[in-house]
């Protein structure tokens, strides 16, 4: 380096210029009972046989897991109707999404996301040696003209979290075909679709349709989210079969711990716990926007599990507020580093936590300084 004699190992400058992923608060302290609402976890907890799944694997410690997840792979090849040679498994999806980074981007590339996007993307955009490029918004909802306007020869990857986290807005699945039309074929795009089954919209699709019919589109998913097996960290993708090629070739040899190989297969066949969860989140998510809404705060339409709470100006700002929700034992989420510093993200938790933050907010709303 210029003749000059290091004094100790130095990383490259673009590894240097990624901002770490700041996960949200876990806890309160001084405070008898906690909701943690910060993280999108559901409040039901996973499948009780996804549990007696995990439990059996303890006299097996000792034995590596399948590397390729094959059951798994297979298990969720049976309920979505797919090919089980062109899935993948991962270390939750952010594990899949780095990996597609490395597989197909390089210094001199670009990777495009939109404006609020989940931080990952220009995290493993950055950690592939590309440049993050971030595309418009229109109203906190991903704009297909927008991104395809920041499109360029460099541009490699595009990545769309539908639902995007932390709006949780949506792209129509027709608005999806209309930006996969206007990309080159030579362009990945990925569909990150953690939040797929809490949509109950008629005109949304996860991907798989156009995975199939598509030589450059990936879906991505998660058990971390509506099959409550977060701690297991359990991610998979569906795409081509030269994509899923390319990153088997660089994953790690075991990257799917053996309890979350049986866990998430387990989880899959309790088809009655997962449909509780869409019933307990479809009639909390419009009760907390009704209420919520009725405080003064602007509630982002949401298809997911979260809600994203823009607080007004003044004294009772989004700060403020996670200070006094925090104070009375309700963790919700800052966004700060989205882009959103007038806002909060809140997880669709227990009856007991929501009733109990509409509570808190309206307290806190009325400026009762006692509380404050």
Known sequence: ????????????????????????????????KVHKLSSNETPLGPSPLAIEAFRSVADHLALYPD?????????????????????????????????????????GDEGLYTQHGFLEYPIVIRSAGAAPVAAAETDLT????????????????VFLANPNNPTGTYLSFAEVKRLHAGLPPYVLL?????????????????????????????????????????????????????????????????????????????????????????????HWLPWLTKWIAALGIEVTPSVGNFLLLRFPDGARTAKAADAYLTARGFVLRAVVAYGLP???????????????????????????????
């Open 190 to 282: 990925v569909l990150d679709a953690a939040y797929a089954e809490y949509v109950t919209r008629n005109d949304y699709a996860s991907g798989i349709e156009l995975v199939a019919t598509s030589e450059n589109v990936v879906m991505t998913r998660t058990f971390s989210k509506i099959y409550g097996l977060a701690n297991l960290r359990i991610g998979w993708a569906y795409g081509p079969a030269h994509v899923i090629d390319a990153v088997n070739r660089i994953r790690g040899p075991f990257n799917v711990n053996g309890a979350a190989i049986e866990a998430g297969i387990a989880a899959l066949a309790d088809a009655a716990h997962t449909q509780k969860a869409v019933a307990h989140n479809d």
């Open 1 to 32: 380096m210029s003749g000059q004699m290091l004094s100790r190992p130095v990383p490259r400058a673009d590894v240097m210029a990624i901002d770490a992923y700041v996960p949200g608060k876990s806890g309160a302290s001084g405070v008898a």
């Open 67 to 107: 590397g390729s997840a094959s059951r798994l792979r297979e298990a969720i090849a049976r309920r979505y109707g797919l090919d089980a040679a062109q899935i993948i498994c991962g270390n939750g999806s952010d594990d899949i999404l780095a990996l597609l980074a490395h597989a197909y981007l390089q210094p």
């Open 342 to 372: 007038d806002c909060l993200r809140m997880t669709i938790g227990t009856a007991e936590a929501n009733e109990g933050v509409v509570a808190a907010l309206t307290t806190f709303m009325k400026g009762d300084e006692r509380g404050a």
């Open 142 to 157: 991903a704009d297909v003209d927008q991104l395809l306007s920041k499109v360029t020869s460099k541009t490699k990857v």
